[in-house]
C-alpha cells in the first residue's frame, strides 16, 4: 500500500511538472485567433496582389515580415538583415487581355478572365487569330506507339489539349514524362502551333476549375507563345459542331488508348501582354532566436511555411492566397511570437523563416538548404507549416521518413488539440522535401480537406476556419518546444 501511494504520488508530480512544461509555462496563451488573422488579411489583402516572387506586392510582404521579426528581436540571418537574397523566373501579364470567340471576322464572343479562363502564369505573348485542333494529351510519345501530333495539321493554329497526363500507361515500361506546360506548350510549338490551350479532366470526379498558376517545370522560356487555362465550358463551346464534347473526348482516348485529335470549326482571337525577366531578385526572410544552452545553442530546430502565392493578372484579377499560404507564414510568426512573449529560453536556437518562390518549385527553400547560414548537419529538425487555415482537422506528413518526430506531435496532440489524424506519408512535401533531401528530419504541418479553395480567387480570408487554425499554430509550437530542451536527437531520415 505504502509503494502504491508512493507511485501514485510520482505519477501525480510527473503529471503535473509535464503540464507546467507544455502549458502554464510557455506561451501557447499568447498565440490567438485575432493575430493570426490580423496577419493573414494583410498577407492576402488586394494591396499585395497574391504575393507572386518578384513582385511588388511579394516585396512589400517580405518587408512587413521582416519588420515582424525585428520587433519581436530576433536576429538577422540573411545576407542583408533578414533577407537572404536570390533570382527567380518572373512574368508579368498586362492589360490588354483576350479571349473571344470568331466567326466570319467577327467576335461572336467575349470570354470573362477570372471566370471562363486565365493566363499560365508563365504564358508568353502573343496576338493570335486562328482556328483551333484539339490534340488529346498533348503528349508525342511514338517510341510507346503513341503520338497526339500524329497526321494531324496544327501549322498556325490553336491547340487546345487536357492539361494533364494519362492516369493510364501503355505499357509496364512507359513514362509519360514532363506533362507541365510549358513542355506541352514547346511541343505545340515544335509542330507549328501559334498557341496552346489546356484544359482539365472533365471525368474527374471533381473537374478542376482554371486556376491561377507559377509551376512551368523547367527549361527556357517562350515569350512569344500564349497559354491559357480554359475552363471545360469554353471547350465544349469550341468543340461544338464537331459532334464531340470534352468528356466524350477524353472517354474515346482514354477508354482506346490511343490519340483522337479533331479539327474543330471554332476560331479563336487570343491577345496576351507579357513581360519576362529570367532573373528577378527576390528573398527569404529568416531570423533567428538564439538558445540559452552554451553547448546546444549550435543545435538548430527550423520553422519555416513559404510567403509567395501565384500573383495577379492584368490589374483585374489576383489569387489572395489566405489559405496557401498566408496561413503558414501567419502562424511561423506567432509561432516566434509565443516564444519571445512567453520569455521561453530553448535550450536550442530556433531559426523561423518564410520561403520564396514555392509555388515555382521550392526555389527558396533549394535555395535555403543549399546555401544555410548555418551548417546543416547542425539542423535537428525542420517543421514546415503550408495550407493550416482551411480544412476539418490536422494532419502531420513525412511521418514514415522522420516518425520520432511524428511521436512527439502525435503525443502533444493527444495531451492538447486532440485534432490529429494518424495518416501521414515520407518523402518530405512541399518545403519540407529539401530538407528531407538533405537528410533533415522534417514535419509537415496541414489541415486535411485543405485545397477547396487551392489557387483560387476564392481563398480569401472568410474561408479560413480561425479555430482549427489556431489549435494548429498551438500544435506547432508545442511539437517546437518539445524539441528544443534536447529530449529529441537528430534521427535518420527513413528513404
Not at 10 to 32: K, R
Not at 368 to 394: Q, R, W
Amino acid at each position: 500500500m505504502i509503494f502504491k501511494n508512493i507511485f501514485l504520488l510520482l505519477f501525480i508530480y510527473i503529471s503535473v511538472s509535464y503540464a507546467q512544461t507544455f502549458n502554464d509555462e510557455t506561451g501557447v496563451s499568447t498565440i490567438t485567433q485575432t493575430d493570426l488573422m490580423n496577419t493573414v488579411e494583410y498577407l492576402s489583402s488586394k494591396d499585395l496582389e497574391g504575393r507572386l516572387s518578384g513582385s511588388e506586392g511579394y516585396n512589400k510582404a517580405a518587408h512587413f515580415m521582416a519588420e515582424e521579426f525585428s520587433k519581436l528581436g530576433l536576429k538577422p540571418l540573411g545576407d542583408s538583415a533578414y533577407f537572404q537574397n536570390l533570382k527567380v523566373e518572373y512574368n508579368e501579364i498586362y492589360s490588354p487581355l483576350k479571349l473571344g470567340l470568331m466567326e466570319n471576322g467577327r467576335l461572336m464572343k467575349e470570354y470573362k478572365l477570372g471566370k471562363d479562363f486565365v493566363c499560365r502564369q508563365m504564358t508568353g505573348s502573343g496576338n493570335v487569330t486562328a482556328p483551333v485542333v484539339f490534340c488529346g494529351y498533348g503528349i508525342s510519345k511514338p517510341e510507346f506507339g503513341y503520338d497526339d501530333y500524329a497526321d494531324v495539321d496544327v501549322q498556325g493554329k490553336i491547340v487546345l489539349v487536357f492539361k494533364s497526363n494519362p492516369t493510364w500507361k501503355l505499357n509496364d515500361t512507359s513514362n509519360w514524362g514532363n506533362g507541365y506546360p510549358r513542355f506541352k506548350a514547346k511541343l505545340a510549338k515544335e509542330h507549328g502551333a501559334v498557341s496552346m490551350l489546356i484544359v482539365s479532366l472533365p471525368n474527374d470526379a471533381k473537374p478542376q476549375k482554371t486556376i491561377i498558376s507559377v509551376l512551368e517545370g523547367g527549361g527556357e522560356q517562350d515569350e512569344n507563345f500564349p497559354q491559357l487555362h480554359i475552363d471545360i465550358p469554353v471547350a465544349d463551346e469550341i468543340l461544338g459542331g464537331s459532334g464531340f464534347t470534352l468528356k466524350d473526348l477524353q472517354t474515346q482516348i482514354d477508354i482506346s488508348k490511343k490519340p483522337f485529335a479533331v479539327q474543330t470549326a471554332s476560331t479563336l482571337e487570343i491577345k496576351v501582354h507579357a513581360k519576362y525577366t529570367k532573373e528577378k531578385p527576390t528573398m527569404n526572410i529568416i531570423g533567428l532566436l538564439e538558445g540559452s544552452d552554451s553547448t546546444m545553442k549550435n543545435e538548430y530546430l527550423v520553422i519555416g511555411a513559404h510567403l509567395d502565392h501565384v500573383g495577379s493578372q492584368a490589374g483585374e484579377i489576383y489569387a489572395p492566397g489566405a489559405n496557401d499560404n498566408a496561413s503558414g507564414s501567419a502562424a511561423v510568426l506567432e509561432i516566434a511570437e509565443a516564444f519571445v512573449k512567453g520569455k521561453i529560453k530553448p535550450k536550442r536556437s530556433i531559426i523561423f523563416v518564410l520561403f520564396a518562390s514555392e509555388e515555382l518549385g521550392l526555389i527558396g527553400s533549394k535555395y535555403f538548404v543549399d546555401h544555410s547560414p548555418v551548417p546543416l548537419e547542425k539542423i535537428t529538425a525542420m517543421i514546415n507549416l503550408d495550407c493550416v487555415g482551411y480544412g476539418d482537422s490536422i494532419q502531420v506528413g513525412n511521418g514514415k521518413s522522420s516518425p520520432n518526430l511524428w511521436k512527439i506531435a502525435h503525443q502533444q496532440d493527444s495531451l492538447n488539440t486532440k485534432m490529429m489524424v494518424d495518416a501521414t506519408w515520407s518523402g518530405g512535401g512541399a518545403d519540407a522535401g529539401p530538407f528531407h533531401d538533405k537528410g533533415i528530419p522534417a514535419a509537415y504541418f496541414v489541415t486535411t480537406n485543405s485545397y477547396a479553395h487551392l489557387h483560387y480567387m476564392t481563398d480569401t480570408p472568410e474561408t479560413i476556419n480561425k479555430s482549427l487554425f489556431e489549435k494548429i499554430t498551438k500544435l506547432a509550437y508545442l511539437t517546437t518546444l518539445g524539441l528544443t530542451n534536447g529530449g529529441y536527437r537528430r534521427e535518420e531520415v527513413i528513404r
